[in-house]
């Protein structure tokens, strides 16, 4: 099976920055996602990595080392609207996205 | 717009009882997928399907049966073999094996026993 580990629970203040580690041991690997998931509702797409490094898009940046089997997903500038869970998912040989639990971040004013 | 659409949003089994959850999407995709979510948990694959009229037993496929008949329907039945039924169920879609966006997911049936 696959297994794929990131912290259950984060609280961070509006404005401030917030790192989401990820780490993972699959069998094969073919890309990472991280997903924004709010209380109820669908989970929606945040970033890819496929090679090395790190990705940057407006307030989120995610990174990859596949040497290490570890990815974090950082959060600027936090706002209160980010306060949701953040999915960790890995496409290993299978083709079929695997996920983390989940780590809730709550944002406090 | 394109997606997936759900229903119902809350939905209330009896024991005993199978219910059928609905997916439909509009984006073309090949493959559907049927997740369940609970707390603390990641999500857990039940079913997928590759291509119409062919699916495949996902990680927890006990007590579920789906069916593939149309490329844009991925119905999920929950049968009375599911002892402990009550959750989130996700479903999902994707355009192939592999693409850079995974996948794109419908917003959810939540499924109580009562």
């Known amino acids: 099976g696959q297994n794929i580990d990131q912290p259950t629970e984060m609280t961070a203040t509006e404005g401030a920055i917030v790192q989401i580690n990820c780490t993972y041991q699959t069998s094969g690997f073919n890309g990472l996602f991280w997903y924004q998931q709010h209380a109820g509702e669908a989970p929606t797409f945040l970033s890819y990595n496929v090679l090395d490094g790190l990705e940057e898009k407006g307030r989120f940046s995610s990174f990859l080392s596949r040497s290490k089997g570890y990815s974090y997903l950082l959060l600027k500038e936090l706002q209160m609207k980010d306060s949701a869970s953040y999915l960790c998912a890995v496409l290993p040989n299978d083709y079929k996205l695997s996920f983390g639990a989940g780590t809730t971040v709550t944002v406090r004013a | 717009d394109g997606g997936i659409t759900q229903s119902p949003k809350y939905l209330f089994r009896k024991e005993g009882q199978n219910v059928t959850l609905s997916c439909e999407q509009n984006?073309?995709?090949?493959?559907m997928y049927w997740y369940r979510q609970d707390p603390g948990q990641g999500l857990r694959l039940i079913y997928y399907s590759q291509i119409v009229n062919d699916f495949q037993k996902g990680d927890i496929a006990e007590g579920y049966s789906v069916s593939r008949e149309k490329k844009e329907s991925f119905p999920l039945t929950v049968t009375s073999a599911q002892k402990n039924p009550t959750a989130f169920y996700l479903c999902?879609?994707?355009?192939?094996?592999?693409?850079?966006?995974?996948?794109?997911f419908g917003s959810g049936t939540r499924l109580t026993v009562v």
């Open positions: 999902a879609s994707s355009i192939g094996r592999t693409n850079n966006y995974g996948y794109t």
């Open positions: 984006l073309n995709h090949d493959a």
